[in-house]
């Protein structure tokens, strides 16, 4: 049922990855028919497709852009967007990187790097040109920072990426905490899921 939804929706199909990982899934996949289940399921696939046209939308009048993916996961956004000429970043932690590249080795204008967001020398790994420009995306990753670090890394990206743009999702305070009773929830946070969107200013279009 996953893997149909991830076709539909996304474009993505994550069952090569998924038959690589020595893990039994079954347990899962008989919960897969849930209420509960085909709601995050399509709640997920919906964030993917919104983050993707962003992307898409930014690497048509910048082509040769570079394509980061913050806290990346086993995620393929990136490839799924590839112009055939942009330049994809993958970034996480070195757990994380470590399976990745076990799993999804980075192709031709891609790389894996293991570093940490909340330490800002991750931009000085990214060979970005503003001429180029500079597309930044994360997927469910910001929900797991403290409130500070979020207001002091946006600043830092906005000046080392002029002319960016950064996507990301965000929710309700309700949607990061533990669901138990779903009805509740859906009524609560259905309106507040949304993508997020920052363009970055050039210098020269900042205000003297």
Known sequence: MFREISRIVSGQDGSSVAGKIDYDFFALEKKSKSLM??????????????????????????PEAAVINLGCGLDNTGRVCDNGRCQIYNIDLPD????????????EREKNLALDLTAFHWMKAIDADPAKGTVLFAAGVFY?????AP????????????????????????????????????ADNWLKLQI???????PENQAQ
């Open 37 to 62: 289940q085909v709601f995050g399921a399509l709640e997920v696939d919906m964030r993917q497709s919104d983050l993707q046209w962003e992307v898409r939308d930014y690497i048509k009048t910048h």
């Open 144 to 148: 797991y920072f403290q409130t500070e």
């Open 196 to 202: 997020v969107r920052l363009d970055f200013a050039r």
């Open 151 to 186: 207001r002091k890394l946006f600043p830092a990206m906005a000046e080392r990426f002029p002319g960016g743009r950064l996507v990301f999702d965000g929710a309700g305070p309700a949607a990061v905490k533990p669901i138990h009773r779903l009805l509740a929830w859906v």
């Open 96 to 107: 994380v990187i470590e399976l990745r590249n076990r799993f999804l080795p980075a192709g």
